[in-house]
């Protein structure tokens, strides 16, 4: 039985980044520079992340995009998500070779409610990430804060179910209290095989409202606590309707027709996507 006194610090920042009412969380992601540089939809970062921080229940992001992009004021008491792990770039094919990149101490100084870490299961740093991923939630546990580990999935690896769930379980294992992973099939079982812990679902490279929202309403059906969506939200011409077509997803358990409908109503002019 966990010893709620010593859980405190995790208990309330967890209620502060998955909402306490429905269990439920959308989380943005806008953390790509640390790792692609300049990046499609956030050449005015600042004006992205302003537009939308309104909708989302917590920002991931990384020490530098707050420092350079987000003012107090517009941060309000919105939890951060802050990535403590890079280290790497695209120029390289394998950019599994990641290590810890900002303190506790930093993380404390920032605020964040929890910190995430990515570990690349299968890759040739399989050992050093889970150990990045390990130290992290040895660091943070001391003060209370969560860590969401980030099941990064390398060129060659399936993103099938019995590669996302050994990922996922693996992180469990490791103490992770948020695990972020992507959608296969049978993603239930992956949800079943990581209960209780909470699991949110990336978007991955652009598709396309209808798929995006598809992807959004599979997984919370499959029991996902919510997605932690980037490029399928502002990289977008509708960012503001797409997030506000997930949140009716994630927290209203609309169809992804309702959902296209509230996407509609945010686009400019009188098109609509069916
Ligand atoms: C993955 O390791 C990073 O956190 C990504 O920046 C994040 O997953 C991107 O979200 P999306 O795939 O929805 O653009």
Request: with cysteine; net charge negative.
């Amino acid at each position: 039985m966990v010893n709620a006194y010593l859980d405190i610090g995790i208990q309330s920042r967890m209620n502060r980044i998955i909402s306490p009412k429905d269990n439920r969380v959308v989380m943005l992601a806008i953390d790509h520079p640390y790792f692609q540089g300049p990046t499609t939809g956030l050449r005015d970062m600042s004006g992205t992340i302003r537009t939308l921080l309104p909708y989302c229940d917590c920002l991931m992001t990384t020490r530098g995009a707050v420092q350079s992009n987000i003012s107090p004021g517009d941060l309000g008491s919105k939890p951060i998500m802050l990535r403590v792990s890079g280290g790497n770039s695209v120029l390289f094919e394998d950019l599994s070779d990641e290590r810890l990149t900002v303190t506790i101490k930093e993380a404390i100084r920032m605020d964040a409610a929890g910190v995430a870490v990515s570990v690349f299961i299968g890759s040739s740093n399989q050992q050093r990430t889970i150990l990045n991923l390990t130290d992290m939630i040895n660091y943070s546990g001391e003060y209370g804060i969560p860590v969401l580990a980030v099941t990064a999935v390398g060129k060659d690896m399936a993103r099938d179910l019995r590669y996302l769930a050994l990922a996922s379980r693996i992180c469990q294992d490791a103490g992770a209290r948020i695990i972020k992973t992507y959608y296969c099939e049978e993603f239930s079982k992956l949800v079943d095989w990581v209960a209780p812990t909470a699991v949110v679902v990336a978007g991955g490279k652009y598709s396309s409202p209808p798929d995006a929202l598809g992807m959004a309403w599979n997984s919370v059906q499959a029991g996902a606590a919510g997605v932690d969506f980037g490029r399928n939200i502002f990289q977008d011409e509708n960012p503001v309707g797409m997030i506000k077509a997930i949140n009716a997803i994630v927290h209203g358990d609309h169809t992804v027709k309702e959902a296209l409908d509230i996407y509609n109503d945010c686009l400019p002019g009188a098109r609509k996507l069916e």
